[in-house]
C-alpha cells in the first residue's frame, strides 16, 4: 500500500476560510529547500525555467529541471477530456522523496470531482504542487496563447502553489494577494504578483528572509521579464 496522503488538498479554486498560521515552525519543518521543476505532457521548457526563477526568487529555494513525466495510467476522463489531479498527485507522491520539493507544469487540463476545472492543485503543507498549463495559457478557455498573459500567470500560479506547499491558506486580508483565492481567469489576471503585507510577513519568515531581502529578490524576477509591480511601503517596526 502506497503511503496514504494524510495531508490537507489545497486548492486553488477551494476557499479555505483561514488566516495565514501562527504557527510558523510548521512551514519551517515543511518547507522543502530544492524543489524539482518538471513537465507531464508536451510543454516549453521556458516554462519550467520561469517556475524556477520564480520559485528561486520569492522564496529563496533552490530549484533544478527534472526529466518530463507520463500522465499516469487513470488519469485522463475521456468525457470530460480532462486529467483528474489528485490522481497525478498521488503518483507524484509515490515516487517522490518528502524531504525534496516538486513542481510539475501539466500540458492538459486538470480537474477534481466537484470542480470544473483547476489552475493549479498543491499539498498543504507537502511538498508537491501541480499546475495546469491549458489553464494558464487560456487556451482551455478558448483563448489564442500569448506570452503577455501567460507569463504573469504561470509566477502568480507559481507563487500561490508553493505557499499553499509551506503551510500558508488563501489569503483573507487582500482579494488581490497573490495567496487569495482565484475565482476564474479575469480574477487570475487581476491578481498581484506579490503578497499582501501580511502574507509577506509569514512567507519571509519562514523562508527566512527580511521582508526588504524578499521584495529585491522579487523585483529583480519581474524586471527580468519586464513586469513592473508596485510594493506597499514598508512597514515601520
Ligand atoms: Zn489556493
Ligand atoms: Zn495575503
Redesign the pocket.
Known amino acids: 500500500m502506497p503511503k496514504k496522503i494524510h495531508i490537507l488538498l ?5 476557499p ?1 476560510a483561514c488566516s495565514p498560521k501562527s504557527d510558523t515552525e510548521a512551514g519551517k519543518e515543511q518547507a522543502p529547500t530544492t524543489v524539482t521543476v518538471c513537465a507531464m505532457g508536451e510543454v516549453d521548457s521556458r516554462w519550467l525555467t520561469l517556475m524556477g526563477e520564480t520559485l528561486q526568487a520569492s522564496f529563496k529555494v533552490e530549484w533544478k529541471p527534472g526529466s518530463a513525466m507520463d500522465y499516469p495510467e487513470g488519469a485522463y476522463n475521456a468525457s470530460r477530456n480532462q486529467y483528474d489531479a489528485p490522481t497525478i498527485l498521488k503518483y507524484i507522491h509515490k515516487n517522490q522523496p518528502p524531504t525534496e520539493g516538486v513542481m510539475v507544469l501539466v500540458e492538459g487540463d486538470l480537474y477534481r470531482e466537484g470542480r470544473n476545472y483547476l489552475f ?1 492543485y ?1 499539498l498543504m503543507p507537502g511538498n508537491i504542487s501541480i499546475m495546469s498549463l491549458a489553464r494558464l495559457d487560456g487556451s482551455a478557455f478558448g483563448y489564442q496563447p500569448t506570452d503577455t498573459k501567460t507569463v504573469p500567470r504561470i509566477i502568480k500560479t507559481t507563487v ?2 508553493f505557499a ?1 506547499n509551506l503551510g500558508l491558506s ?1 489569503c483573507q486580508h487582500d482579494d488581490t494577494c497573490v ?1 487569495s ?2 475565482l476564474g481567469l479575469k480574477d487570475l489576471d487581476n491578481k498581484q504578483m506579490n503578497f499582501c503585507p501580511t502574507c509577506e510577513r509569514w512567507i519571509c519568515m519562514v523562508c527566512g528572509m527580511e521582508v526588504e531581502e524578499g521584495r529585491e529578490r522579487m523585483r529583480k524576477l519581474f524586471e527580468k521579464y519586464g513586469l513592473v509591480v508596485e510594493f506597499s511601503p514598508l512597514e515601520e517596526n
Open positions: 489545497a486548492l486553488l479554486l477551494l479555505l493549479g498543491a500561490h502553489e499553499h488563501h495567496v483565492d482565484t
